[in-house]
């Protein structure tokens, strides 16, 4: 939880690096959360006619639409690659696999343009005898 609630203080921060931890639990709990809220959607019968999803749905989705982009991005970043990356997965049939694939992608080692390696901060320094 503790990712998710990090990638929603960095809202629209698209400068930096993001972990594939980060990313990763930040849709984990996004996809728990759309789910409840097409559930609260069809308790309380705010469906749009014809579909399962309503207003709370949409709303949520509105509201992790910016914070999304930009974890993407920041995702893209920490494997050394630009944002503008984010439109492969525009490309028919292969865009979204190759952009899973990014996703899936080890942090770039080391500092690179976008900045220091997220991994390297999170872990606490060995202290040598």
């Known amino acids: ?31 728990i959360f759309l789910f409840v809220a097409a559930l609260l959607d069809n308790l309380f019968k705010t469906t749009f006619r014809g579909i399962p999803y309503g207003w709370i749905y949409l709303l949520y989705g509105l509201a992790v639409l910016i914070p999304s982009l930009a974890l993407v ?25 190759w952009l899973l694939l990014l996703m899936l ?10 900045g220091p390696n997220p991994k390297m901060i999170a872990q606490p320094a060995v202290v040598q005898p």
């Open 1 to 31: 939880m503790n990712w998710y609630l990090t990638a929603l203080k960095k809202y629209a921060v698209f400068a930096g690096r993001a972990r594939r931890k980060e990313y990763w639990f930040f849709l984990l709990f996004n996809l």
């Open 73 to 97: 991005i920041r995702r893209l970043h920490d494997i050394g690659k630009s944002g503008w990356w984010f439109f492969i997965g525009a490309i028919p049939l292969i865009g979204g696999f």
């Open 105 to 114: 992608t080890d942090s770039q080692p080391g500092d690179n343009q976008y």
